[in-house]
């Protein structure tokens, strides 16, 4: 296999066995869906007259619920989707006069029963016995199959179309999970996807044989679009040729409005595993975002940090796109290449014509690995410099620098008479 590594359905889980260790790219990803469960509650939970949030987390591969790492036991994702609803309950109702619920329904799904009975007995141990059948379902069954199952209690537990759910998708490789099933999952009022995929995999693999094609079926990448891959493949720079066409065919087949695609830092995995983000939510999509900046140097992206992420930089070449590891050095780089672009697309898109401050957050946020308030500073800093000119809903200048989504920007009348920032 590409990965380089044993992985989960090779070892596995098994009653009175050994625990299954913990290898780098997995460690990697337990420690970014913890920090995004941490900081997604909240992000969300936002309201002090809110007296009940209801959620349903999904474990599509769910796995036994342990690692060993060094003879430390680790906290597989079913715990630890566990212990973030609890830790967030806990401290949403610090200060709150009104006491908040949060009523999760959680589905751990694995296709493997010794993987479910052993996840159960961790489920026992930890004090949950009571709820397995209530409000927590082991499902010893292929995800796909269950998948019908499991909407249809989502669909029975919303109320008023309000409703979160979070579907984790740590598939092995790159088609275990239908693109089919991801646009489902994102037609739920606020439904989230957060999908494995073995882009390295996918591209080292990547034939005209028939079997391939099959392969390829449930994430529905055509004929034609496997002859454009294959032909990219053998030139220069083709691996992250072949990269940007298939984020562009995951957003527009998935229908995700928001996506956040970054490689898992591994020496095994050969920067070849995506953990991919997708949901019809900015903020959703800004939590994840935050998340890979606060275990920078575990998550990588191919480029500069500027508008890049989706297109092709003319002026970078793809066979030597730098790695960007989401720390300190990136983040100037970053916002030096979003100045830049900020001022190119909205002269491009928009002419001299103001556009509103939101509508164009929301135009670019999938084009780079910046946070929100990443492209606040930046465009606060242009504002500042007097390239960008920022007016409130009244069109009238405002006084301060910093951006809300109500205000519009557009090229400063300065930034029209003098020569224009090199670009």
């Not at 796995?63 to 973030?84: H, K, Q, V, W």
């Not at 720390?327 to 697309?345: I, Q, S, Y």
Request: aromatic share 8%; charged share 25%; glycine share 8%.
């Amino acid at each position: 296999m590409a990965w380089g590594v044993a992985t989960i359905a090779e070892f596995g889980w098994k009653l009175g066995g050994e625990l299954p260790p913990l290898s780098a790219h997995s460690g990697a990803k337990l420690r970014l869906i913890e920090t995004y469960l941490q900081n997604y509650f909240p992000a969300t939970l936002v309201s002090h007259a809110q007296d009940r949030q209801r959620i349903t987390l999904v474990d599509g591969f769910c796995g036994g619920g342990r690692f060993s790492d060094a003879g430390e036991l680790i906290r597989g994702t079913p715990l630890l989707f566990l212990d973030a609803v609890n830790k967030a309950q806990e401290k949403a109702n610090v200060g709150r006069t009104k006491s908040l619920t949060i009523d999760a329904e959680y589905h751990f799904v694995d296709s493997k029963k010794d993987h479910v009975d052993f996840l159960r007995e961790e489920l026992t141990k930890e004090g949950h016995l009571a709820a397995i059948g209530n409000s927590i379902f082991l499902h010893h069954a292929k995800f796909e199959v269950v998948f019908p199952d499991i909407c249809r209690r989502i669909e029975q537990r919303t109320r008023g179309g309000v409703g979160r759910s979070i579907f984790l998708l740590d598939q092995k490789g790159y088609s275990d999970v239908a693109f089919e099933t991801v646009r489902k999952i994102l037609q739920f009022s606020a439904g989230e996807c957060i999908l494995t995929f073995a882009v390295g995999w996918l591209i080292d693999y990547l034939t005209e044989k028939p079997q391939t094609v099959n392969r390829l079926a449930p994430i529905e990448i055509s004929e034609d679009q496997l002859r454009e891959f294959l032909r990219h493949k053998g030139e220069h720079g083709g691996r992250y040729v072949i990269q940007r066409l298939l984020l562009r065919h995951i957003s527009g087949m998935t229908g995700a409005k928001f996506q956040s695609p970054f490689f898992l830092r591994s020496k095994e995995a050969r920067k070849d595993l995506w953990l991919v983000h997708l949901s019809n939510h900015l903020k959703a999509r800004n939590v994840m975002v935050d998340s890979h900046w606060l275990i920078n140097n575990q998550s990588l992206h191919q480029g500069h940090g500027g508008l890049e992420m989706l297109g092709f930089n003319p002026n970078l070449d793809p066979g030597n796109a730098p790695d960007f590891w989401f720390g300190p050095k990136d983040e100037e780089v970053m916002k030096d290449r979003l100045a830049d672009d900020f001022l190119r697309r909205i002269r491009d898109t928009h002419g001299d014509a103001p556009v509103s401050y939101g509508d164009f957050v929301t135009s670019i946020a999938n084009e780079t690995p910046a946070r929100l308030s990443d492209i606040d500073k930046v465009t606060a800093l242009l504002v500042g410099e007097k390239e960008l000119d920022l007016r409130n809903e009244a069109n009238s200048p405002k006084r301060t620098s910093s951006p809300i989504y109500r205000d519009t920007i557009g090229i400063s009348q300065q930034t029209r008479l003098w020569p224009a920032r090199a670009l």
